[in-house]
């Protein structure tokens, strides 16, 4: 029987929400789930990873992205929350920034996004910014997409999270 693993990082929670319907969609009785930072030692000896993270300056944490670099021979999907409103150039671009880590030898099984909130720090970053004429309308898009992300994940993001393990499991077989 193929052994699942879903390993994330979450500073403060939409991608531990994510990962949890990930587990959840995967179909299989072998599946575990691992928040990397309680983890002192996280192995890997599972066949299939689902690895999540945070977007962090449009990359990941090291820890996670080392860890990703651990899974030899692995099958690996990766998914990922961002304060960013749904783009796909812009996922694209952190998906290559992110897949650069996975070994060679692994076989990807390909990748799921969605928008996260951010820390009310943001929002007082993009108003200050705001005080400055020239830079009015960008901080005041920055300001709608900070208020859209405030939404989610919502309960579409983790249904979508969802179907995205089931269907890559269900291909896979046990
Ligand atoms: C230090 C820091 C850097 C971030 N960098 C980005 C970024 O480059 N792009 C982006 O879309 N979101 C960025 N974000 C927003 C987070 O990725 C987003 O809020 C995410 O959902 C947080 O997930 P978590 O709750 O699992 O920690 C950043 C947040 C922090 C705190």
């Not at 090291?62 to 990766?78: P, Q, R, S, T, V």
């Not at 901080?139 to 999270?161: F, G, K, V």
Request: glycine share 6%.
């Amino acid at each position: 029987m193929k052994q699942y693993k879903v390993v994330f990082v979450s500073k403060t929670g939409n991608t531990k929400k994510v990962a949890v319907a990930i587990y959840n969609g995967i179909v299989s009785n072998s599946k575990d789930i691992v928040d990397l930072e309680e983890e002192e030692h996280c192995n890997t000896d599972a066949d299939v990873y689902f690895i999540g993270f945070w977007v962090n300056r449009g990359s990941a944490s090291l820890d996670i992205l080392e860890y990703l670099g651990e899974l030899e021979g692995k099958k690996i999907a990766l998914f990922g929350t961002c304060g960013f409103k749904k783009d796909e150039e812009y996922e694209k671009k952190i998906e290559q920034q992110i897949k650069a880590w996975i070994p060679e030898d692994a076989e990807y099984l390909g990748s799921f996004f969605c928008q996260g909130k951010m820390g009310a720090a943001v929002r007082r970053k993009y108003e200050q910014m705001r005080e400055d004429p020239k830079m009015e309308k960008v901080a005041d898009q920055m300001i709608r997409n900070y208020d859209e992300a405030l939404l989610h994940p919502d309960q579409a993001d983790l249904d979508r999270a969802y179907q995205f393990a089931k269907e890559i499991s269900e291909k896979i077989g046990v």
